[in-house]
């Protein structure tokens, strides 16, 4: 069965740095897709970023970006100049082809002020 | 466009009683996925369902819990005889088509089931 692993429980930063969150994955496959949501104090699932495993090029979306690293099973968020609606918990997915995502336990970052 | 709605947001419920949760896709989605969410943790896959069919019903628990999607109407899960372990945050995703495998799932605001 495919497994999605966040290694950092919590994370803190100051606002305007940058904050990197570390996800892995194992599977078998090899077309899939990849996903970072967020989910503030609302609890409400917000899409960050994708990225389709057949593309080489790492997905971005203004401050947000991905470093994907398919040999490695790797696919890290990287936020630049971090603010303070930035916190929350994020959450790292796979989508296998039966349609369902599979989801890490999520790291929960903070932006201090 | 509306987005995925979820009713109610809340719900208490007593040991042995039955919740059910409703949602309604977002506007021309037909498919829709169920996930549970237990304190501090992620979201787990329960049950994905189109109109009038369920296609994947591996990540429910086998006895208990229930899920339909009509041809008319919100889909449905069904949680029978509850006990405190099933409380959690349950939410709802649709999208638009099954294949290709990308399509986004857009997610419903949640239910936070409370079993007292």
């Known amino acids: 069965a495919q497994t999605v692993t966040q290694s950092q429980p919590e994370m803190s930063v100051q606002e305007a740095e940058t904050v990197t969150l570390s996800c892995t994955y194992d599977t078998s496959e090899n077309n899939y897709y990849l996903f970072w949501y967020k989910q503030p104090p609302s609890r409400q699932m917000i899409l960050v970023i994708r990225q389709e495993a057949y593309k080489q090029q790492n997905a971005t979306e203004n401050r947000f970006s991905v470093n994907f690293q398919k040999a490695a099973k790797s696919f890290s968020l990287k936020i630049s100049d971090s603010q303070l609606g930035d916190t929350a918990m994020y959450f790292c997915a796979f989508r296998e082809g039966a349609q369902k995502l599979v989801f890490g336990q999520g790291t929960r970052l903070t932006i201090n002020p | 466009n509306a987005g995925v709605m979820q009713n109610p947001r809340h719900l208490v419920r007593r040991r042995g009683q039955e919740a059910r949760l409703r949602c309604s896709p977002m506007?021309?989605?037909?498919?829709v996925y169920w996930y549970r969410q237990l304190p501090e943790e992620g979201l787990k896959f329960m049950v994905y369902l189109q109109k009038e069919n369920i296609i994947d019903e591996s990540g429910m628990p086998k006895e208990r819990f229930s899920a339909e999607f009509p041809k008319e109407g919100p889909s449905i899960l069904r949680i029978q005889q509850v006990v405190r372990g099933d409380s959690a945050a349950y939410f709802c995703a649709s999208s638009s088509r099954g294949t290709p495998a990308y399509n986004e799932q857009f997610f419903g605001p949640g239910t936070r089931l409370t079993v007292l």
């Open positions: 506007k021309g989605h037909s498919h």
